[in-house]
């Protein structure tokens, strides 16, 4: 009885069960969607890049996420394709046939310390993490590693924020300006202004930059979104750091060693590890690695230690894939596998958008690869494709086509533009082909001029 009275009445115990259920649903959907450079709700009812209402509603009978992919892979053509994100979900399948190589077992006792290695100057970095690094860099010739140091980050977004917190000047009165040719990675502006910091400014695209006194000038090459190979553009005395995120044998020719002051790099683009949530910078100057290093130390105490050696594991197999020849036999080398399937993918987009209309598609050059002898042209991440004729949102032309996309207005371009992934899972960039034809084959705005 006492119990009884205790208790809610039965109708609100009813309305608080069904707001409960209705949180736990937001929240999951929320936490799958969150993805790849920031973007948070849904933007569609059903979208392939994460489980839709429908499939959500059968996770309890069919055994989780994957049973979820299962479902709703039947039922492919009514879904959303989401191109949106950076996804780099196209590298599992590689990952999966490895097999147990790539598995690290971690026991309770590891890795509790603050500390890794307190003779560093980054001391957060583990030595497991920055040899595997610098392993791999030699092996493939496309950064310098002799005389830098090695900063680690929670992605590379971090190693931005705080690259930008040790070149800002912290006793002036004006803002540092921050710079980047457009179009320019989406996510410069957004982590930049983000908390309306008195050290640093986004000012937008490079190429219109015509302020005097000190500027940030971003690097990224090949570049997010349109795969441009890139040098500095403002004609000054500004400092560069260069976004190498892309600078991988399976994106683009390897032609040069590159030795620039600051590179950033990361994981989720080179292995596809994107869930990891680790960067690293190579950083010439002892004084703004130290700086980065400090600003790392007080907004996050380090990095992850299981990441970095679960980075460790991951790379060290892609090395040992070419440098242990038993490896070798087994298994495809890594960036070999990442090259063919961006290729084939890149190979199929050219051929469903058209040869300028509706769709047209940049241009690459050719150059021979150092590391793989393959002679190849750029081949990026991301398709940064126009709508040609008269429309003017290739954004909300593609979604009619339940197809999702960015928009070129986030990338400081226009919005004839979209950025598109190519590093998704297969099947679904071939139903995004198969849907590209077949507006290719159809009489539309974009065939009017
Ligand atoms: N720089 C560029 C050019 C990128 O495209 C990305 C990822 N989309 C990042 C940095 C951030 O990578 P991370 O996942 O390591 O934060």
Known sequence: MKYRKLCLPAVAMK????????LNVALVLKLMHGGDEGVGWLKAEETLAGPPKKALQEMS???????????????LQELYINLDHGDPTMYESYWKQSGDKTTVVLSGWRSISYFSDTRNLCWFLEPDFANAVTRLHNLVGNAATENYHIVVGTGSTQLYQAVLYALSPPNT?????????????????????????????WEGDANKFDKNGPYIELVT???????????????GTGVLVHDLAYYWPQYTPISYRADNDIMLFTVSKCTGHAGTRLGWALVKDEE?????????EIVSIGVSKESQLRAAKILDVI????????????????FEFGYKEIGRRWRQLRAAA???????????????????????ETQPAFAWMECKGETD???GFLREHKILTRGGKHFGSRSKYVRLSMIGREEHFNEFIRRLSVINSLDSPLTKD
């Open 319 to 334: 090395s040992d894939g070419y440098e242990k020849k038993e490896s070798h036999e087994e298994n495809e080398p890594f």
């Open 61 to 75: 009978s069919s055994g989780g996420v994957n049973g979820v992919q299962n479902n709703f892979e039947s039922g």
């Open 173 to 201: 009165p004006e803002p540092i300006s921050v710079v980047s040719a457009a179009p320019f990675y989406s996510q410069y502006p957004l982590t930049t202004d983000c908390l309306k910091s008195g050290l640093h400014k």
């Open 15 to 22: 309305h608080l069960l069904a707001v409960s259920v209705a």
């Open 393 to 395: 949102d290739c954004e």
């Open 288 to 296: 703004i690695a130290k700086k980065m290093t400090k600003f790392i």
């Open 221 to 235: 090459s090949p570049n997010n979104p349109d795969g441009s190979i890139r040098q500095a553009v403002v004609n």
């Open 354 to 376: 058209g040869n300028g209309k509706p769709f047209s598609l940049p241009d690459f050059p050719t150059g021979k690869c150092n590391f793989s002898g393959h002679e190849f």
